[in-house]
């Protein structure tokens, strides 16, 4: 069935006239009446009948004209879908991150995009940094938020949205809460450790190794950093910790920072993608809303190789 024809029969069919279905259809009326004529005889049927100066289906086009306004109002369902898959505007976005992004700077990000996207499905997801990066190799998240030196892979490229800090904190009571020490001195001090490969025990660790500093006096392991604080926060030791995870309790006062002169341990927040693999429209829509003006921090790209 000539499908041209059979939208002039339901513009036909919706106007009850063949001179408003060629107007709307951008149609000379003679050609309207060829593409009608046309399908008459490709059905071996009359589908309209005069009726004055007006037309009349016949029950074999009052059939069609049926089929036919259910068929265009499917195909204009489709276009519209389409359309909106491919401007961001309704889809689903998987985000895998680890702890901190996910309990920090996500949840604002993924309710003001939600926001402006209502029909956009938002899935988060929180692991370590090796699991956020599997899953956006295996397609099963679409981006993936890590804080720290993320392991390294050449499929994968980042950009930096944000540079925490990692720092040195204490319940407000300690004898060191404000002040300023050495790595020697904290490290002299009953400690809380993160659990093994946890990234900033990595860390505190090679900051040992470069200042030639004993490690850490071990008083307690905590897996976890919402644990770890939990631990500071009920006034045992010095645990080190990103400043974004403790922002609310250094403003309150509750916890404080214990400050080595000319240490500055950096702790970046890198959103990861698939090199050579355009994110899909709702990645693509986030990612331009987090790299806005409202969003602090430098924004740099980087392959890993």
């Excluded at 300690?174 to 050495?182: D, K, N, V």
């Excluded at 090679?206 to 004993?214: A, N, T």
């Excluded at 950093?225 to 974004?244: D, Q, R």
Aim: hydrophobic letters at 40%; charged letters at 20%; proline letters at 6%.
């Amino acid at each position: 069935m000539n499908l041209h024809a059979l939208r002039v029969f339901a513009e036909v069919a919706s106007t009850g006239s063949v001179t408003r279905a060629a107007g709307n259809l951008l149609l000379s009326q003679p050609a309207a009446t060829a593409q009608l004529r046309n399908l008459e005889q490709e059905l071996g049927m009359k589908l309209v009948a005069s009726k004055g100066r007006s037309i009349q289906l016949t029950p074999a086009g009052e059939r069609l004209a049926t089929r036919a306004l259910q068929l265009f109002s499917l195909e204009y369902e489709m276009e519209r879908e389409m359309n909106a898959l491919k401007n961001g505007l309704e889809g689903s976005l998987r985000i895998c991150a680890t702890d901190l992004p996910g309990r920090t700077v996500l949840p604002p990000w993924i309710v003001r995009f939600g926001q402006q996207y209502p029909k956009v499905n938002v899935q988060l997801t929180r692991g370590s940094s090796r699991t956020a990066m599997k899953r956006l190799l295996d397609h099963s998240a679409d981006i993936a938020l890590i804080c720290g030196e993320g392991p390294k892979d050449s499929g994968l490229e980042y950009v930096t949205l944000l540079e925490d800090e990692l720092i040195f904190i204490v319940h407000r009571d300690h004898p060191l809460a404000g002040s300023a020490a050495t790595l020697q001195d904290l490290m002299q001090t009953a400690f809380i450790l993160r659990e093994e490969g946890s990234y900033t025990r990595k860390k505190l660790f090679s900051l040992c190794d470069v200042y030639e500093v004993p490690k850490p006096r071990t008083g307690i392991c905590i897996e976890g950093m919402h644990e770890t604080i939990e631990a500071v926060k009920s006034g045992y030791g010095v645990s080190f910790v990103p400043s974004l995870a403790v922002a609310r309790e250094l403003k309150s006062g509750e916890l404080a920072e214990v400050r080595i002169p000319g240490m500055r341990v950096k702790d970046p927040i890198r959103l990861y993608t698939r090199i050579g693999e355009e994110p899909l429209a709702p990645a693509a829509n986030f990612m331009a809303m987090i790299a806005s003006p409202a969003i602090p921090g430098p924004v740099m790209k980087h392959p890993l190789y």
